[in-house]
């Protein structure tokens, strides 16, 4: 039986050591699902799996690959699935489970090889159990060969990925724990021992150099980012220095006319009365006062840019004053 159908979900059972479930994919799924529907049928076999309630063994259907499909249909609430169902024995059934998780799932390194050296040693079992006569002029096919062959790697590949999953439980633990899983290199060093302590031993020396170069790695970033503020900090510096130059240039400007004004060197303009005038000295005095202190500033870098810029809006301020006394009695001259 090769057949497409849609099935219950509730007579779907999943058996066996089965990777956890990642909930981010199964909700990222969950919404595709809602959008455009289920584009790739979970996969099923007729097989005996235990009543979870009475304990009795039943035929039912084995989920043999879709495990995230299930759960995210579950999820919607959706009672039936489309699913392909095989006639498949056990050993088959994970067979293929095993060649779709490495084509499909986000596997580590220790984890990809141990589900390829699981496929090895299943296809052995299925080769015993077939009592398949050997090829002509040669041996049977060996495990190795034929993972190489239908699951599509490299035999050296294939061989390193049996290595690594002979490394001890131990090994294995240390290897998650430390945050090496996904390091090959790593693992088949480790593997190259066989006591299951110095394989932990390997996995713990090159954790702790993976650690020490990570610190010099942020130890060189920090030392980088240092070295970028510090640029920027002597950026800015420069173009606060360029500013105050700017703003003593203005004020000697300023305080020399100012003085002339004073002597009565400066005459007033004809169409402009002497109150105006008095109104201008008095904001332009201002205005002054607003130079000076920014001139005075204290000269500390941590505090400079900010009261520097305080003080530029004190010129500001002292600018509007000087313009608001200017127009303003000049408006009200013009309506009369």
């Given amino acids: 039986m090769n057949q497409i159908m849609e099935i219950k979900i509730d007579e779907i059972f999943v058996v066996g050591d089965r990777r956890p479930l990642n909930m981010d994919a199964v909700n990222r799924l969950a919404e595709s699902i809602q959008k455009i529907g289920l584009q790739t049928p979970i996969t099923v076999r007729i097989g005996i799996a235990p ?21 995210s249909y579950r999820q919607l609430g959706i009672e039936r ?21 490495l084509h499909r799932a986000e596997l580590t390194a220790l984890e990809r090889d141990e589900q390829v050296a699981k496929w090895v040693e299943l296809n052995a079992s299925r080769v015993s159990a077939q009592s398949a006569p050997k090829p002509q002029g040669g041996r049977p096919e060996s495990g190795i060969n034929a993972a190489s062959r239908e699951l599509g790697i490299e035999r050296t590949d294939a061989q390193r990925a049996v290595k690594v999953a002979s ?17 090959r290199s790593v693992l088949l060093t480790a593997s190259k021992e066989e006591d299951p302590v110095k394989q932990v031993e390997v ?5 702790e150099r993976k650690s020490l170069k990570q610190q010099i790695d942020d130890a060189s970033f920090a030392a980088k980012d ?28 300023l305080r020399h006319e ?10 007033k303009p004809d169409d402009i009365s002497q109150e105006h005038f008095n109104i201008i000295v008095k904001a332009t005095l ?33 600018l509007y004053e000087l313009w608001g006394a ?8 013009s309506s009369t």
Wanted: hydrophobic share 35%; net charge negative.
């Fill in 51 to 71: 009543d979870p309630e009475t304990g009795e063994e039943l035929e039912t259907f084995v989920l043999v690959s879709g495990h995230h499909r299930l759960a």
């Fill in 81 to 101: 699935i489309p699913a392909i169902i095989r006639d498949w024995n056990e050993i088959e059934a994970q067979l293929w489970e095993i060649a779709e998780n």
């Fill in 167 to 183: 490394l001890s439980d131990e090994a294995k633990e240390a290897a998650r724990e430390v945050g090496l899983d996904d390091n």
């Fill in 203 to 207: 996995i713990k020396q090159r954790a």
């Fill in 226 to 253: 240092a070295k970028a503020s510090a640029d920027d900090f002597n950026r800015q510096l420069q173009e606060l220095r360029q500013e105050l130059r700017k703003l003593r240039d203005d004020n000697d400007t």
């Fill in 258 to 267: 100012l003085e002339y004004a004073r002597k009565g060197q400066v005459t």
């Fill in 286 to 318: 201002a205005y002054r006062d607003a130079m000076i202190a920014s001139h005075n500033l204290p000269r500390e870098l941590s505090e400079r840019s900010n009261e520097r810029r305080e003080a530029k809006g004190n010129v500001q301020d002292a």
């Fill in 326 to 333: 200017f127009e303003g009695p000049l408006d009200e001259e």
